[in-house]
């Protein structure tokens, strides 16, 4: 069974630039998450999906950050633009969203903004 | 969601029992504790889940004392690619629809030949 797949896994940009990163869950698995892993810190929640819709994104900072999941699959998180503080990994993650399962985590795509 | 504390670094070697233990004094009733591993360049991945007493799989034991305000995560005999960070989390599911998970800073685990 195919894991959960981010690209791109690394991205270098200039502060004011767009960028988005692109994440498939497990296939099935209904719950979608991203999250923010700061340099030796525990990954932080940005925005939980059900299916397409988001249920949970107190903690996305909506001035720049923006995300979709129009079909209730694969999902897309937005930073526009920029900033230097944006420097971090975005990780995704799925479960099945019946409640009891451990979430599966992808590898993260590493933003280094300049 | 409780609060967790555990430590910031541990040293261990190669064939080593370790044991991880991490405070909860505000657990509530129908918390869980799970533990997740996370290897540089890594998502975090599952290890166990307990809710009291002990429990284990074919990685690692969980221990849990009656008032449940700590666990113990124990890797027997350790190897140099069990060097990760080890974090604790405490809430009401997995993590699943139900609940989200919130990490701390984790305990980076060395483990040297």
């Known amino acids: 069974e195919a894991g959960v797949v981010q690209s791109p896994r690394y991205k270098i940009i200039e502060k004011k630039q767009p960028v988005a990163f692109w994440c498939n869950p497990i296939?099935?698995?209904?719950?979608l998450y991203w999250y923010r892993q700061n340099l030796g810190q525990g990954p932080e929640l940005l925005i939980r999906?059900?299916?397409?819709?988001?249920?949970?994104d107190s903690q996305l900072p909506k001035d720049r950050f923006s995300a979709e999941r129009l079909k209730g699959v694969d999902s897309t998180l937005k930073i526009q633009p920029a900033e230097l503080g944006d420097s971090a990994v975005y990780l995704c993650?799925?479960?099945?969203?019946?409640?009891?399962?451990?979430?599966?985590f992808g590898p993260g795509t590493r933003l280094l903004v300049l | 969601l409780a609060k967790t504390t555990q430590p910031i670094s541990m040293d261990s070697y190669e064939g080593q029992e370790v044991n991880i233990t991490c405070s909860h004094n505000n657990i509530a009733t129908n918390d869980y504790i799970t533990w997740y591993q996370q290897f540089p360049s890594q998502g975090p991945r599952f290890i166990i889940q307990?809710?009291?007493t002990k429990v284990t799989n074919e990685v690692a034991s969980l221990f849990i004392p009656a008032d449940r305000k700590s666990s113990t995560l124990s890797l027997p005999r350790v190897s140099l690619s069990d060097t990760a960070v080890y974090y604790c989390?405490?809430?009401?599911?997995?993590?699943?629809?139900?609940?989200?998970?919130?990490f701390g800073k984790g305990t980076k685990l060395s483990v040297k030949p």
């Open positions: 999906y059900e299916n397409e819709e988001a249920v949970d």
């Open positions: 296939s099935g698995h209904n719950t």
């Open positions: 993650a799925s479960n099945a969203g019946t409640g009891k399962e451990t979430q599966y």
């Open positions: 307990g809710y009291k």
């Open positions: 989390l405490v809430g009401s599911t997995y993590g699943g629809s139900q609940g989200n998970l919130i």
